[in-house]
């Protein structure tokens, strides 16, 4: 599990792509949502309830 001070550099290329962040719960996201947007990416955007209120929505959910 890579930290987010660590991965600093393999995600630098993707600070103007457009980014959705997904946890299982909608909690671990938008942490890491704000601390990417603090470090200048433009385009974050967060699962909000995260995958359990996808699957609870009754949305469909591949595994790959």
């Given at each position: 599990k890579?930290?987010?001070?660590e991965?600093?550099?393999?995600?630098?290329?993707?600070?103007?792509?457009?980014?959705?962040?997904?946890?299982?719960?909608?909690?671990?996201?938008?942490?890491?949502?704000?601390?990417?947007?603090?470090?200048?990416?433009?385009?974050?955007?967060?699962?909000?309830?995260?995958?359990?209120?996808w699957?609870?929505?009754?949305?469909?959910?591949?595994?790959?």
């Amino acid at each position: 599990k890579l930290k987010l001070e660590e991965s600093q550099s393999i995600l630098s290329k993707f600070k103007s792509k457009q980014i959705i962040l997904v946890c299982h719960q909608g909690t671990d996201s938008p942490k890491i949502g704000t601390k990417l947007r603090k470090l200048g990416f433009e385009h974050v955007s967060v699962l909000e309830g995260g995958i359990q209120s996808w699957k609870k929505e009754g949305m469909p959910l591949e595994r790959g």
